[in-house]
Nanobody, 123 residues
């Protein structure tokens, strides 16, 4: 049974940093594409960043390119999202998701989801 548990969210000032963690269990991490998605109030869920199961290639949505970094530690079955230079518009609930094989970083293509962690960027 695939389980994903996010942690690391919180309140941070603009320009600050947070590192989100997604602890995975019930499957072999390197066989799955893992994605970070976010949903702000009144907005659709969007793909923030994904990391491929095959070669570790990464995707970032334009608004976070150069500020966020996704990484995976297969030995710890954990995927991280390092978020730097945070902006108020990054405020959202952040979700970790997984699916077997290669996936585009689109929410509808992922079948397993964590419960989400709130990130609030405010002064």
């Amino acid at each position: 049974q695939v389980q994903l548990v996010e942690s690391g969210g919180g309140l941070v000032q603009p320009g600050g940093s947070l590192r989100l963690s997604c602890a995975a269990s019930g499957f072999t991490l390197n066989s799955y594409t893992i994605g970070w998605f976010r949903q702000a109030p009144g907005k659709e869920r969007e793909g923030v960043s994904c990391i491929s199961n095959s070669d570790g290639s990464t995707y970032y949505t334009d608004s976070v390119e150069g500020r966020f970094t996704i990484s995976r530690d297969n030995a710890k079955s954990t995927v991280y999202l390092q978020m730097n230079s945070l902006k108020p518009e990054d405020t959202a609930v952040y979700y970790c998701a997984a699916d077997h094989g290669e996936r585009l970083c689109t929410p509808d293509l992922f079948g397993s989801w964590g419960q989400g962690t709130q990130v609030t960027v405010s002064s």
